[in-house]
């Protein structure tokens, strides 16, 4: 790697810190609008980042490097690292009193959209630090987006992009229309927030409350302003019902919502990640909805919103949670277990496997397997009326791979700080998916990361960040060969 380069991209990285203390102006007016005396910790903050933002950006002035892949690994690593430490800045000094380690978990945290917090008495907390988590959430989902639609496809490291579904020769110069896009892609991710804010508020939300939420819902994200997340609004259909059709939303491509709502391309709709997604989402919900109103009697349309939103929560890793679903039953415990895997469509806020790879591992499986019966025949991946190529096919299985050997590293890790069998494995899977909640009594959906020994938290802090960015894309900097010429 030329000096050069990591000259450029630190100084990226400067300028990206300078915006972020921007925004800590937003919930220092909150703290103002309210009469908490946090405003001051939240204007200090964005001194302290901006400062020292300008002063990194200023030292490291250059010419601009030639554009690569390993430039291009840097930088993704570089920005993410630099927003979850400046989302740490306001915990850090807020009147929590949070320590370095829980102020970064809870950065980490919210800026990867997972959502699983160190945070009690939410219900009493400074209005500036709630909207603060729900803030970064939001900017954290549409940085995932640009991610998955924009970086990692030309990486070669994962994703889909429809570029070519808009227009197909321009399948090697895929920036072509990038700032029509882009404006496209805000356009569509503000309105869905504000349709969501003013739906929840319609439905019974407080308007505090009702912000709040739809940020971190769009955002698949999961933060709530209450310790009992949904639970607070378990009686309450419609607003679960409302959080139920937002999240679904938010799991599905951008590029497809953006084909579909501007340009009216009804046929992207049928892109064959939406239907595996949507396929065992409904499975999931049904299958333990008749389980409740079978083994236990419950009402049938409690069951049914309970499920679903709980299922939805999980699936597209949001990480709300309206009830305690560890007292369902083992076999409710078991199929959320599995959904803590599954994710919801590439190119969305969601973490997890993603239902592109379940599809294209489907294909691969499938073609392996007749190869046993005939072995002479040649059997291409399809991904729709698409060929997979090798990259790709390759791509999803190496991610996978290193999805479950993290995973098993990491559960062994937590074991290793004290943490029984099922909180390390369900709060490793819950961090690497980004998923947020996991199982049992510590980190089930009536629990949080508290008290976690500081090393699980870094554990998962990194977990985190690795999920986020598609794993491979952080693995790769810890080659030799990426420090190489």
Known sequence: MQSL????????????????????????????????EDWKVFAF???????????????????????????????????WGTAALAGSVPFLLSSLEMGLTDAIFESVSGITTTGGTVITGLDSAPPGILFWRSLIQWMGGIGVIALGLFIL???????????????????????????????????????????????????????????????????TAGFSTHDASFGRYGDNYAVLWTAIVFMTIAALPSSILILFAIRGRTEAIRDPQIRVFLGYTIVLSLGVTVYLRTIDGVDFWEALTHSTFNFVSVITTTGFASDDYNLWGPFAIACFFVASFLGGCSGSTSGGIKAYRFFILYRLMANGLRRLIYPNVVLPVR??????????????????CAFMMIWLLGSVLLAATGLDLTTATTATVGALANVGPGLGDIVGPAGNYTTFPDAAKWVLSLAML???????????IFTPGFWGR
């Open 383 to 400: 991904y729709g009326d698409r060929p997979v190529d090798d990259v790709m096919q390759r791509s999803v299985v190496l991610f996978i």
């Open 5 to 36: 380069a990591v000259r450029s991209a630190v100084h990226a990285a400067g300028i990206f810190g300078l915006y972020l203390s921007g925004t800590m102006l937003l919930p220092a007016a909150v703290d103002l609008y309210y009469g908490n």
């Open 153 to 219: 496809p030309y990486l070669n490291i994962g994703g889909v992009t429809y570029f070519k579904i808009e227009s197909s020769d321009i399948e090697d110069r895929p920036f072509e229309r990038l700032t029509t896009f882009t404006v496209a892609l805000l356009t569509i991710y503000s309105l869905l927030t504000l349709t969501c804010a003013v739906s929840y508020a319609a439905a019974g939300m407080t308007g505090f409350d009702a912000i709040n939420h739809a940020m971190s819902t769009v955002s």
């Open 45 to 79: 903050s964005a001194f302290l980042t901006g400062g020292f933002s300008l002063a990194v950006a200023l030292a490291t002035q250059s010419s601009a490097p030639s554009v690569s892949p390993r430039f291009g690994f840097l930088l993704v690593n570089l920005l």
């Open 466 to 476: 690795f999920g986020r960015l598609e794993i491979l894309a952080v693995l790769v």
